[in-house]
């Protein structure tokens, strides 16, 4: 596991944008698992300035981590409107290259098969996390056991709180989504999840340095042998070099 800790949110992004760069560059056909929330806006709006510079997304395939159960493309709460209005549309992607799990089919269990068959068409060159302050990944919530493949989950009371802010009232929140299984994020060949602010600290020095265990699934993670956790200061703030011993931490001086 590797470690990467930039003084501010600008300094995660600009890394973490200059990776996907490299995977865009390095392969024919490059494949990006995406993120939503507010973490990986700055990456996408990095990436949409490096496209303004040249970098083409002609030739990518992307596939999104998770959506709601009952919003639909023009829900601005979607996580497909919010792939189109922060990277897709920004970039020169066809949009019949990006992937997000339709939230509206009407038999959720086809349309996680219909996701896996994606998946497994194109293997992730780069998967972008987040993290949840309760561990999630995707919406792979904490729990007894966690799910291989995509999923139709409940969302968790933690989960529903932390988006409540994105929707006028709490009740408007869907209690369901889809998300990809954990087996899916753990092949892909290369994961960088970025964490910013202080109130991911927690989760981030569980994640990292706790164990392994399905009620913290991004601990899951440590089983990855291309992961790297990229993180601002506030981030990084309960972690203790003492215990990342044997881990390549760096620190932006
Ligand atoms: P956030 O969400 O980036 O909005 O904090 C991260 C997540 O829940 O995975």
């Not at 929140?173 to 994020?185: F, N, R, Y």
């Not at 927690?202 to 990292?208: D, L």
């Not at 164990?211 to 993670?221: K, R």
């Amino acid at each position: 596991m590797k470690i990467r800790i930039f003084k501010d949110v600008k300094a995660v992004a600009l890394y973490a944008a200059t990776i996907t760069e490299f995977v865009i560059e390095t392969n024919e056909i490059p494949i990006l698992g995406l993120a939503t929330g507010a973490t990986p806006v700055p990456l996408y709006q990095e990436l949409a300035r490096f496209h303004k510079g040249g970098l083409s997304f002609q030739h990518v395939r992307t596939i999104n981590l998770d959506e709601y159960v009952g919003l639909g493309s023009t829900h601005p709460q979607s996580y497909r409107y919010f792939m189109n209005e922060y990277l897709f549309h920004p970039v020169d992607i066809p949009l019949d290259q990006t992937f997000v799990p339709d939230g509206t089919a009407v038999d959720l269990a086809a349309e996680c098969c219909r996701y896996d068959d994606i998946i497994h068409r194109y293997p992730l060159d780069l998967q972008i996390l987040g993290i949840g302050k309760n561990g999630h990944v995707g919406f792979n919530e904490p729990g007894l056991s966690l799910q291989a493949q995509t999923h139709v989950v409940k969302l968790s009371q933690d989960t529903i709180l932390a988006n409540a802010k994105y929707f006028s009232e709490i009740r408007d929140v869907p209690t369901l989504a889809i998300t990809m299984g954990m087996q899916s994020i753990l092949q892909a060949k290369r994961i960088l999840l970025l964490a910013t602010g202080f109130d991911k600290a927690n989760a981030v020095v569980r994640a990292i340095t706790g164990e392994m265990s399905t009620n913290m699934p991004a601990s899951l993670l440590q089983l990855h042998q291309n992961v790297t956790f990229v993180l601002d200061e506030a981030a990084a703030s309960q972690l203790s070099f003492h215990e990342a011993t044997g881990m390549d931490v760096i620190k932006q001086a």
